[in-house]
């Protein structure tokens, strides 16, 4: 099955181009989006409910699902606290989403749940009854101690996780610039995961397990730039092979 995918820093803060960044995900029609820097009220643009205005309301639904993370965290996150979130169009189905409780982040409160908002992992079905795991991450920005710390600590614990997760794979991060070391279990090189980059942009990168086959990829600085993003969109045409 082919899956069109989405990876996008959609920069949620306000700029006014709410619209433009929701008919650029519609005219590109992804299956799955990973978004970073969200808030809540982009996330209710792209999947409108009974609270959302009604000028989206009535719009036809981009997405028939998606996960949030500051709806996920305990406590749920405020209105203004910018996540990460991903969606899905009628072709798949979500069947659980959390965000990263269990991975092994080796810090500890009052930190522990600044990293907990910045992931989001979905267990998603596809229309051919194939399961895959699909993740966004927003991570910590290394420059000056104790940031370079915190960065290599979210990575870790990320990439840790990931090597106990079964089946096929997908995870998009805005992952800030790189560790001043170099050295980094998520993103390599020689990361401790089994997973390959299938496009990187700057800070912005997209990965997944060897049975999706990467068909064609796009990287869409120009028409993101335009839709109020600084971040690039990247895109990917995957196709599962037979398990």
């Given at each position: ?34 978004l970073q820097e969200i808030g809540r009220p982009v996330y209710r643009a792209l999947l409108p409910h009974p609270s959302a205005h009604e000028r989206m309301h009535r719009k036809p639904r981009l997405f028939s699902w998606g996960a949030l993370s500051t709806d ?144 064609a990829v796009e990287c869409l600085s120009d028409e993101a730039a335009a839709a109020g993003s600084d971040h690039a969109l990247l895109l990917a ?7």
């Amino acid at each position: 099955m082919r899956i069109r995918v989405v990876s996008w820093n959609v920069d949620s803060r306000p700029t006014g181009l709410l619209d433009a960044k929701v008919e650029l995900l519609r005219r590109l029609q992804p299956d799955l989006t990973l978004l970073q820097e969200i808030g809540r009220p982009v996330y209710r643009a792209l999947l409108p409910h009974p609270s959302a205005h009604e000028r989206m309301h009535r719009k036809p639904r981009l997405f028939s699902w998606g996960a949030l993370s500051t709806d996920l965290c305990n406590p749920r996150g405020s209105e203004y606290r910018l996540g990460c979130a991903v969606l899905g169009v009628a072709s798949t189905a979500l069947l659980d989403a959390q965000v990263l409780d269990r991975a092994p982040f080796d810090v500890r409160d009052p930190v522990r749940p600044g990293f907990l908002w910045r992931t989001v992992a979905t267990h998603a079905a596809l229309s051919t009854g194939d399961l895959l795991t699909v993740c966004s991450f927003h991570g910590r920005q290394p420059s000056g101690q104790p940031a370079a710390a915190l960065q290599r600590a979210f990575h870790a614990g990320i990439a840790s996780w990931l090597t106990s997760v079964p089946g096929p794979i997908i995870f998009g991060i805005d992952a800030g610039p790189p560790a001043p070391d170099g050295a980094d279990p998520l993103l390599g090189p020689g990361p401790v995961h089994h997973l390959n980059q299938v496009l990187s942009a700057d800070d912005d990168h997209l990965w997944a397990t060897p049975g999706l086959e990467v068909l064609a990829v796009e990287c869409l600085s120009d028409e993101a730039a335009a839709a109020g993003s600084d971040h690039a969109l990247l895109l990917a045409d995957l196709e599962l092979r037979g398990l």
